[in-house]
T-cell receptor
Framework: ETGVTQTPRHLVMGMTNKKSLKCEQH?????MYWYKQSAKKPLELMFV???????ENNSVPSRFSPECPNSSHLFLHLHTLQPEDSALYLC?????????????FGNGTRLTVT | GQQLNQSPQSMFIQEGEDVSMNCTSS?????WLWYKQDPGEGPVLLIA?????ELTSNGRLTAQFGITRKDSFLNISASIPSDVGIYFC??????????FGTGTRLTVIP
């Protein structure tokens, strides 16, 4: 149990499909993140939610749509993706306050777009 | 965003050897973090450093926050096969400003 749980672990989807990635954290954190991890590139921050409000959106294409219904759950809705969107999508959480805690990551969803 | 240069990109070492990797940047950071990622899993935090000059150990791992606040290193002593994985450094300037290196892929030969 990592404290941050992501489902599904693997996802294969066509370019016309709509799917959602789910993340749940059990650490009492108040911020959640989506990162994209591609081969031989640094982790790319996609979205940040702090206290359920989106505070960062790093020029991510609109075919990625995040949703944070509460401080423990985070979704990434996917539609009309491209093959170059194939990557490992990592969710993370942290506590942002007087003493910011480091990010804790889930095990990721390996996404393949065909 | 800030760029972190992590080296080496990959290492092949014999079991029992010591390992050293580092991260440098042209930018100043308030926090340095070191993560390890095993295949099929997410990064796991190894060590967090919060003060310039800080030297922190976690078992066989030792990491230091550089005096200039622009660099950090991670040492692993007496490597074992389960040390295999990708090690990432990360520099942080604020709550939502965390920048990752490209990783060091470690292979330990038994």
């Amino acid at each position: 149990e990592t404290g941050v749980t992501q489902t599904p672990r693997h996802l294969v989807m066509g370019m016309t499909n709509k799917k959602s990635l789910k993340c749940e954290q059990h650490l009492g954190h108040n911020a959640m993140y989506w990162y994209k991890q591609s081969a031989k590139k640094p982790l790319e921050l996609m979205f940040v939610y702090s206290l359920e409000e989106r505070v960062e959106n790093n020029s991510v294409p609109s075919r990625f749509s995040p949703e944070c219904p509460n401080s423990s759950h985070l979704f990434l809705h996917l539609h009309t993706l491209q093959p170059e969107d194939s990557a490992l999508y990592l969710c993370a959480s942290s506590y942002t306050g007087g003493d910011n805690s480091p990010l804790h990551f889930g095990n990721g969803t390996r996404l393949t777009v065909t | 965003g800030q760029q972190l240069n992590q080296s080496p990109q990959s290492m092949f070492i014999q079991e029992g050897e010591d390992v050293s990797m580092n991260c440098t940047s042209s930018s100043i950071f308030n926090t340095w973090l070191w993560y390890k990622q095993d295949p099929g899993e997410g990064p796991v935090l190894l060590i967090a450093l919060y003060k310039a000059g800080e030297l922190t150990s976690n078992g066989r791992l030792t990491a230091q926050f550089g005096i200039t606040r622009k660099d950090s290193f991670l040492n692993i002593s007496a490597s074992i096969p389960s040390d295999v994985g990708i090690y990432f450094c990360a520099g942080q300037t604020g709550a939502n400003n965390l920048f990752f290196g490209t990783g060091t892929r470690l292979t330990v030969i038994p």
